[in-house]
């Protein structure tokens, strides 16, 4: 990273036919082995409906991450796929994720993005940020990484977040004239895609992830998550932190165009507004212990308020256009399938596989934990829904752990955090989803970061993990 700085210059999508053919090759062979899974016979304990969800994941993940057809055609083809492969009994199975609250949920924290990006929030604070770096892109991505954990606190839900500084994010690359495809846009929105979400699982209101995870281990109140996950998760978000910046280091060499000069001015009304809308949400997700309600609720009710006359500051017609309406598809599709997964055995059966390998290693805690962890990256893959893939390995790993003497919590958050700190495509996470609809990243190029960040789970797990467990109380080996 030395050398001259140099303003930026545009840097092309690596678009040839080249990867376009491997593409088309990819999801070629994908629909081979889709359709050679629904003719043959089913392996033994794996129901022939679990047989037939299988062979649809194969086809629509593979789509997903090689992008041949558009994300949202994708989702129709799970809806289609599932009911003509017989992989469900109908219709009404198919599209049991368009009318689960998470989809909901989406949709209302992508309209609070867009309420802070349409009411001029979004200029104020880019330009904010701007003027702080001084020209420095260096200065630029360590603000954002350094602003995960406090706007935790403030905004628990990684996909809020996300869905508001993609706004924020996204004006200073513009006010900075950086190009969409330069090496310091696509380090920025790799770390609003994959790092961000990480600060969330810091504390136990912090999404979807720990509060299914503690569920499922039980007896862990909010204290004692944040005992035990805050140093292997701040390790995460370092090395993560650390691999985006090497993959992306050409630019931080740029100088960034200066914003510009403008009169100091108060919050207008439709600021004012809006701050108001997304601070009473945010206060709703802090208070679930009291109130219950549940996280698609505050969501809801900020998203009709924003849309609301004379209160809101956004137009249906606005929220038409430019809500981003494959977000709702793609993640609806998801957990139609990981519904689909779980329903028909499918993930039991993969789960049991992986039951069945690790007994024999009881002498051996680490080796186990390992095993547990590696044989957690192809249910991951195949279960596109972080709750799915929560629900099918936590209570097999604890199951295994109780079995083999290691301690069933450590196995538990062994395999949640091989799960919850990689993404191998957009449809996974909400957050991701949020960001990938911008263009400024490939699904391959999320697919490669979500193998670094395997490696970078397996080793934070062994490493840091299992050592600072054993020293504040929940040792590898069983009492």
């Known amino acids: 990273m030395s050398g001259t700085p140099t303003t930026a210059a545009p840097v092309p999508a690596p678009t040839g036919a080249r990867a376009s053919t491997r593409s088309v090759a990819i999801a070629a062979i994908a629909a081979v082995v889709s359709l050679v899974l629904v003719l043959a016979p089913a392996p033994e304990g794996l129901p022939e409906a679990g047989k037939r969800v299988i062979a649809v994941a194969v086809l629509v993940i593979a789509l997903w991450c090689t992008e041949v057809i558009p994300a949202a055609l994708t989702s129709l083809v799970v809806v289609v796929a599932l009911v003509l492969a017989g992989a469900v009994p109908g219709f009404p199975q198919a599209l049991a994720g368009f009318a689960d609250p998470v989809a909901y949920f989406l949709v209302g924290v992508l309209t609070i993005g867009l309420a802070v990006s349409h009411s001029g929030l979004a200029d104020r604070v880019a330009r904010f940020f701007l003027r702080r770096s001084r020209g420095s892109a260096r200065s630029l991505f ?36 950086v190009p969409k495809r330069h090496p310091l846009s696509r380090s920025i929105m790799m770390a609003l895609n994959s790092i961000n979400r990480l600060a969330s699982t810091i504390i136990l209101t912090g999404g979807i992830s720990p509060i299914v995870a503690a569920a499922l281990i039980g007896g862990i109140d909010w204290s004692r998550w944040l005992l035990l996950m805050s140093v292997p998760y701040l390790a995460l978000l370092s090395i993560g ?10 630019g931080f060499d740029i100088v960034l165009e200066p914003a510009p000069p403008s009169t100091p001015r108060p ?4 600021e ?17 212990s009291l109130h219950h309600l549940h996280p698609v609720a505050p969501a809801m009710i900020a998203w009709i308020l924003l849309l609301s006359p004379r209160i809101g ?32 055995g499918a993930s039991g059966w993969i789960a049991g596989l992986i039951a069945g390998a690790v007994p024999q ?15 957690s990256v192809p249910v991951r893959i195949l279960i596109p829904n972080i709750t799915g893939f929560l629900a099918t390995t936590i209570p097999i790993a604890m199951s295994i752990g109780i079995a083999t003497g ?37 699904a391959g190029e999320i697919f490669r970061f979500g193998v670094y960040m395997t490696l970078v789970a397996f080793v934070v797990v062994v490493l840091v993990a299992l ?5 504040v109380g929940e040792p590898l080996r069983m009492p």
């Open 142 to 177: 360590i603000q954002l990484l350094l602003g995960f954990p406090l706007m935790t606190l403030l905004l628990p839900s990684a996909t809020t977040r996300t869905s508001i500084l993609v706004h924020v994010y996204e004006e200073a690359l513009l006010l900075g004239q």
């Open 241 to 250: 932190s650390l691999l985006i910046w090497l993959q992306y280091r050409k």
């Open 267 to 270: 919050l207008s009304g439709a």
């Open 272 to 288: 004012r507004r809006t701050v108001a809308i997304t601070a009473g949400a945010s206060l709703l997700w802090l208070t679930d």
């Open 313 to 344: 500051v956004i137009t249906w017609g606005d929220f038409e256009r430019r809500i981003g309406w494959s977000n709702f598809f793609v993640i609806a599709s998801s957990l139609s399938l990981a519904r689909a997964l779980i329903d028909s």
């Open 361 to 375: 290693f009881a002498s051996q805690p680490v080796l186990v934990i390992m095993i547990l962890m590696a044989a």
């Open 406 to 442: 290691v301690n069933p919590l450590v196995c538990g958050l062994a395999v949640m955090i091989a799960g919850d700190a990689v993404l191998y495509y957009p449809a996974q996470s909400a957050s991701s989803l949020a960001v990938y609809e911008r263009g400024y990243l490939t």
């Open 467 to 471: 050592p600072y467990w054993a020293a």
